[in-house]
């Protein structure tokens, strides 16, 4: 095969991974033509959306890039046979949860999207086609695509498949940043070719240094080891957090003197309730299914201890909370800053807020949640059948209303000025602030006559 000029992408998923990496492929690579396709006709009415306020994804500079691009070389559809049928290159982007019933439930990766998108290409696609992973998927998913791919071929043999590997390493909040200077970018392959054609289109905007080619099996087992090695950093400085409130050392400070090793570094040193976000729980997950499969029993229990400390940082919160306000919670008011599960995304999944939440409800508080972007009807699916005493409040000053705490788990810029004297007049005393985020002034919400309590740091 030589090296195919691509002029047409397909990509199956119009979500967190798919929509902004693509907007920034059609941002980057004006003579080509974007497609980006989903199974969810109102994700992609969303996209197409006439009000960019309405896009599905909020991320910081994806709505200038898509009022550039949009229906000039990106284009939203639900369209999937016609658009895998014109590409010449296919991005997979769809979702890949862990799976809740059958063998390896709760740990291994729901491959049936996958495979449904493979099934797809085999049947539709014309001539020769790249296949690019772009999911996060467990290693050796590309031989399902290869077997799935290669079988249509045996029977239509106008059409070739090439398949690549090429994680997505955004983060949520700052995709697009993230995608315009990547640390790196990763192909994974065996075809040369392939390689190359993917590798010209990431040419037009990342220098050819930060792209770096490896074996399929490499690429796919680097993003999942990536993101397991960045949660057990979180799980190390968090686990930290606990022994530095009952001994009197400071949690920031020991994070700053730690991460000034320059071998160890100073990202990733942030303590708070826990990791949350798509990502981090569910390949973790998969690692550790991945080396029991491989019978590495000793290597899985290790990896599962970083999400074992998660969890318990995230109860241990609530048990503190039901302490301080004198071992009950029935029937108190707890203000809740900030569901999702970082800042600066409306994304809710695996947030601590939920478990947090759902505990205190379980105790018998009742909350009243507020965060910047996160939808009440969002919040209603993530709290599901747990008690109805929660309310959805327009604003900061709402959720403090008679409350007797306030506890905040993301950290929005509009939390760190707040009004607290205002906020303290409408609490019940005595007055708590739970801050799980270190981004409270403790001095200042002493003076006014706050109980503070603050992750990592002793009372
Ligand atoms: C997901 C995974 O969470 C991540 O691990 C992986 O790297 C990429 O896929 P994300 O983009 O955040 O990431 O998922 P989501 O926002 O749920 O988007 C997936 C989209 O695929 C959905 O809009 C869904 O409707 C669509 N989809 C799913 C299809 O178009 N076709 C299918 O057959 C299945
Ligand atoms: C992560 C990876 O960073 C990204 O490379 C991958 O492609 C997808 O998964 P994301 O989940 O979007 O991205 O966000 P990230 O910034 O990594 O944060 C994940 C969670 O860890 C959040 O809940 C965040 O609050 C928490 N976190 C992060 C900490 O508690 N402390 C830190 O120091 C950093």
């Known amino acids: 095969m030589s090296i195919k000029n691509i002029k047409k992408i397909c990509c199956i998923g119009a979500g967190y991974v798919g929509g902004p990496s693509m907007a920034v492929i059609a941002d980057n690579c004006p003579k080509i033509q974007v497609n980006v396709v989903d199974i969810n006709e109102s994700r992609i009415n969303q996209w197409n959306s006439d009000n960019l306020k309405n896009l599905p994804i909020y991320e910081p500079g994806l709505k200038d ?57 085999s049947k539709y696609a014309t001539g020769k086609t790249i296949v690019v992973e772009k999911s996060t998927l467990p290693v050796k998913t590309a031989e399902i695509i290869k077997k799935i791919l290669f079988d249509s071929k045996s029977k239509d043999n106008t059409k070739n498949f090439y398949v690549l590997s090429n994680p997505e390493f955004l983060a949520e909040g700052t995709a697009i940043n993230d995608l315009q200077t990547p640390d790196r970018i990763l192909i994974g392959g065996d075809n040369c070719d392939a390689i190359n054609s993917l590798k010209n289109i990431y040419l037009n905007w990342i220098c050819k240094e930060k792209i770096i080619t490896t074996n399929l099996w490499s690429s796919e087992l680097s993003k999942l080891a990536s993101n397991s090695f960045l949660a057990q950093r979180i799980s190390s400085i968090n686990s930290i957090s606990a022994l530095c409130e009952v001994t009197g050392a400071d949690i920031n400070e020991v994070a700053l003197a730690v991460g000034m090793d320059s071998r160890i570094g100073s990202k990733f040193l942030n303590a708070g309730p826990g990791f949350g976000g798509s990502c981090f729980k569910k390949d973790i997950l998969n690692l550790v299914y991945l080396c029991n499969y491989y019978g590495l029993h000793e290597v899985a229990s290790y990896w599962q201890g970083v999400i074992e400390i998660n969890d318990w940082q995230q109860n241990r919160i609530v048990r503190i909370i039901v302490e301080k306000l004198f071992g009950t919670i029935a029937d108190k008011k707890i203000g809740i800053l900030g569901f999702s599960f970082k800042a600066n995304t409306n994304d809710t999944r695996e947030s601590p807020a939920i478990e947090i939440c759902k505990e205190l409800l379980d105790e018998g508080a009742i909350l009243q949640i507020y965060d910047p ?5 969002q919040i209603k699916t993530d709290l599901g059948k747990s008690s109805l005493k929660w309310k959805y409040c327009k604003s900061i000053f709402d959720s403090a209303q008679e409350a007797d705490a306030i506890v905040i788990l993301t950290e929005w810029d509009e939390f760190k000025n707040i009004d607290w004297r205002e906020i303290f007049q409408s609490m019940r ?28 740091k002793s009372s």
């Open 373 to 377: 972007k996160v939808e009440q009807v």
């Open 65 to 121: 890039i898509v009022e550039k691009c949009r229906n000039k070389n990106l284009f939203f559809s639900t369209d999937i046979v016609s658009n895998i049928r014109s590409a010449d290159m296919i991005f997979i982007s769809v979702n890949t949860p862990t799976k809740t019933k059958g063998i390896g439930a709760g740990q291994a990766s729901d491959l049936k999207w996958i495979e449904n998108s493979a099934r797809q290409i």
């Open 429 to 456: 005393t005595p007055a708590w602030i739970f801050d799980t985020r270190h981004i409270c002034d403790f001095n200042m919400l002493n003076s006014i006559g706050f109980n503070i309590w603050r992750l990592g």
